[in-house]
């Protein structure tokens, strides 16, 4: 079983900047400290999630490549 | 209320606004505003708020479109000349923005209107390039408690504030008109077609500010633009203690007490 989540973002078959927008909306909704798993099929939006949730406040932890052409991330909602 | 994919994408540069998000965004959506005219002033705002989302748009005119208007009316094309204003701008505000919906009043504000009008309405947006019209939608906002975003422009100035809200009113800066000798119209001192642009597309920002509850709006200031010395002059504007709309009862700013619009409904 996967380490613990609070709320899945499936973004798989979108690109930027669907990928971005549609993470930040679901994030939206979290409370503090609860945490959003990621899935990513589009390869630039790995860097780039990390960049803008990291620019905010937020926390990026567990970036992993989990098949080919496949990603996962957490982030951990630390600003509202 | 969720948010389409499609609506996701289409409003996505307002979703990664802090001020905006998800949450934001829907609010928009459930919104509305009331664009009193669409001339010059109204093309743009009525033009930004559709597209930023806003629900439902309300437009009010009376007029047509004329060869003459098209320099500055940016809603209306030549192939519009001698149609109603409202249906040439609702074509194009649907045209731009699908997902929302434009109610056309093919109408003057009048006394006997504006207050069913501006009552289905969040926001009023002045947009008009008359006193009469201002006096009459500003009544009409002071009793219903609703925000009126005013504009004007004359030859290269404009002017731009937000009434209500806590500020003042209209009559409160302005208690009566000044008679119409005295008073040329755009059409006798003519205008350049951006000075409309830039008042009314601050007209369209102070909407969204006050339906988003965001930031800080222009309620008690008064932003006077020159575009020739392409200057913004801020003055600070307070309720007139003596103006019917601090009595603070919608029945104070009773109805046609003033003489049809020539003088303030004071003393």
């Known amino acids: ?80 | 209320m969720t948010l389409s994919e499609e609506q996701v994408l289409r409003y996505s540069r307002n979703i990664v606004l802090d001020q905006v998000g998800k949450r934001g965004q829907i609010r928009l959506l459930n919104s509305s505003v009331l664009v009193v005219g669409t001339g010059g002033l109204g093309s743009p705002v009525s033009y930004y708020l559709a597209a930023a989302g806003v629900g439902r748009i309300g437009l009010v005119d009376g007029d047509v479109v004329d060869l003459s208007n098209l320099q500055r009316q940016i809603l209306h094309s030549t192939r519009d000349i001698g149609r109603q204003k409202v249906f040439s701008a609702r074509e194009k505000l649907l045209a731009l923005n699908p997902d929302i919906t434009v109610s056309v009043h093919q109408c003057m504000l009048s006394e006997e209107n504006a207050d069913a009008l501006v009552g289905e309405y969040d926001v009023v947006v002045d947009a008009t390039d008359n006193f009469a019209a201002r006096y009459i939608m500003n009544d009409a906002c002071v009793r219903a408690g609703k925000y009126m975003v005013h504009g004007s422009i004359f030859r290269f100035e404009g002017q731009v504030t937000v009434f209500g809200g806590g500020g003042p009113c209209y009559r409160c800066i302005y208690p009566a008109a000044p008679p119409p000798d005295l008073m040329p119209t755009c059409a006798q001192v003519g205008v350049l077609g951006a000075v409309p642009g830039v008042i009314g597309s601050i007209q369209a920002l102070e909407v969204l500010k006050i339906l988003l509850d965001a930031g800080r709006t222009l309620s008690g200031r008064l932003i006077l633009f020159n575009g020739l010395s392409m200057e913004f002059m801020e003055v600070e504007v307070q309720p007139d203690p003596g103006c019917p709309c601090r009595e603070g009862t919608r029945d104070a700013v009773a109805r046609p007490t003033y003489n049809g619009c020539q003088k303030g409904n004071r003393g």
């Not at chain 1, 990621?38 to 780039?48: H, Q």
């Not at chain 1, 999630?49 to 957490?74: A, D, H, S």
């Open chain 1, 1 to 80: 079983m996967d380490e613990e989540y609070d709320v899945l973002c499936d973004i798989r078959g979108d690109k930027c900047p669907m990928t971005y927008i549609k993470a930040r909306i679901t994030l939206e909704d979290l409370k503090p400290q609860q945490v959003m798993l990621v899935l990513i099929d589009y390869a630039p939006a790995v860097d780039n999630l990390r960049r803008n949730f990291t620019m905010e406040g937020q926390q990026v932890y567990g970036i992993e490549q989990v098949g080919p052409g496949e990603w996962k991330l957490r982030v951990r909602k630390l600003t509202a």
